[in-house]
C-alpha cells in the first residue's frame, strides 16, 4: 500500500502546483547541501530528493565530488572511482565467451517481452510474444523484468566478479545502499524512435549508479549510448538538451560483446537510433537512498527477488 502511494505523490509533485512550490523548496535545500560541510547524507534530503526536478542531485553530485578529494585513500579501485568522478563512466573488462554465450541464449530464449524501455510502471509497455517483438517494424525496445533478469544466475555472478558493489560504495561513499533495478533491454530496428534517444539525464536518485553489461557488440553504428562527459556535475538546465543534442563533445560508450560500464547516469546521455543488428544489454542500478524509479518503474513487485541479490 505505501508502495502505490510513493508512487502516486511521486507522479502528483510532478504536476505545476505542487512542481513549483518543490522547486521553491528545493532552492533552500541546495543552498543547504553547500553549507553543510561536515556530513554528506541526512534523512530529511533522502526523503525530499523523491520529489526533486533535478537541482538536488547536481549540487549533491558536486559536494560528494568534494568530499572524495579531502577524503580519497589509495586503493585497487581508485582509477575506476577517479574515472566515474571525472568522465561519468568507466570501463571495467569484460566477461568471458561462454558468459556471453550464456546470457545471449537464456534472454533471446525467453518467450515474452514487454514492448517499452522498461518493463513496467508509467513508462512500460505490453507483454507480448518475443517472435511478434523481433517481426514487428513498430518495435523498437523491448525489456524483461527484474524476476526474469535476475533467473540468470550469471548476473549476480558478474556483479561479484566485477566488484559492482564495493565500485559503488566507494563512488557514493557509504556502504549503505542497495539494488534498485535490474533490467535487461533488447533493442532492434524499427520505424519509431524511442524517447530515450534524446539527451535526457536519468532523474532516479540523488546518489545512484549504474552498471551495464553488453551480451552483444555496442558501437556508434550499433546502438552505443551517447553521453556528455563529466556533465553529471552540471547545474540542473532543462534547456541543456536543445543547444547540446549535437555537441562535440558528447561521446559514445562503445564495447564488444561481453564489456562492463560503470556509469553515472545522471550525466547527460540519449539513447542511439542507429540499429544495425539486436542490442542486447542489462543494467544494474544501486542507490544510497530511495530511488523515485523504484516505486514509479514498480519495482517494488520484485521486492523478493530483488532482496535476495542485496544479501
Given amino acids: 500500500m505505501i508502495n502505490k502511494f510513493l508512487k502516486a505523490l511521486i507522479i502528483l509533485s510532478r504536476y505545476k502546483i505542487l512542481k513549483y512550490l518543490i522547486i521553491a523548496v528545493e532552492k533552500v535545500a ?41 577524503t580519497k585513500v589509495n586503493h ?10 571525472n568522465q561519468s563512466y568507466s ?8 558468459d556471453i554465450k550464456t546470457g545471449s541464449n537464456f534472454f533471446l530464449s525467453q518467450n ?95 546518489s ?4 551495464f553489461i553488453y551480451w552483444t557488440n555496442v558501437t556508434a553504428d550499433n546502438g552505443s549510448t551517447l553521453i556528455y562527459p ?13 543547444y547540446a543534442s549535437n555537441s562535440l563533445n558528447l561521446k559514445h560508450i562503445e564495447g564488444e560483446k561481453g564489456s562492463i560500464f560503470a556509469v553515472d547516469t545522471w550525466a547527460w546521455h540519449s539513447g542511439n537510433k542507429n540499429i544495425e543488428t539486436n542490442r542486447l544489454v542489462t543494467w544494474v542500478r544501486f542507490t544510497a537512498c530511495p530511488a523515485n524509479t523504484y516505486f514509479t518503474d514498480e519495482n517494488y513487485k520484485f521486492k523478493d527477488d530483488l532482496k535476495k541479490i542485496n544479501k
Fill in 230 to 242: 563529466g556533465s553529471h556535475l552540471f547545474n540542473q538546465d532543462k534547456l541543456f538538451s536543445n
Fill in 30 to 70: 541546495s543552498r543547504f547541501i553547500l553549507l553543510n560541510k561536515k556530513s554528506l547524507y541526512s534523512n530529511f534530503l533522502s526523503v525530499f530528493q523523491l520529489f526533486s526536478s533535478g537541482q538536488i542531485y547536481s549540487e549533491f553530485r558536486r559536494k560528494k565530488f568534494f568530499f572524495y578529494q579531502k
Fill in 76 to 85: 585497487p579501485l581508485e582509477k575506476t572511482i577517479d574515472e566515474i568522478h
Fill in 91 to 98: 570501463f571495467l573488462g569484460k566477461i568471458s565467451e561462454n
Fill in 112 to 206: 515474452q517481452i514487454y514492448n517499452s524501455h522498461v518493463p513496467l510502471g508509467t513508462e512500460g509497455g505490453e507483454k507480448i510474444p518475443l517472435d511478434q517483438f523481433l517481426n514487428n517494424e513498430n518495435c523498437n525496445y523491448g525489456s524483461f523484468d527484474i524476476q526474469t533478469s535476475l533467473s540468470l544466475p550469471k548476473i549476480s555472478e558478474i556483479i561479484k566478479n566485477f566488484n559492482m558493489r564495493e565500485i559503488a560504495e566507494k563512488y557514493l561513499l557509504t556502504k549503505n545502499l542497495e539494488i534498485y533495478s535490474v533490467n535487461t533491454m533488447l533493442t532492434k530496428k524499427s520505424n519509431t524512435t524511442s524517447g530515450v534517444c534524446n539527451l535526457h539525464r536519468d532523474l532516479d536518485s540523488m
Fill in 208 to 211: 545512484s549508479i549504474t552498471f
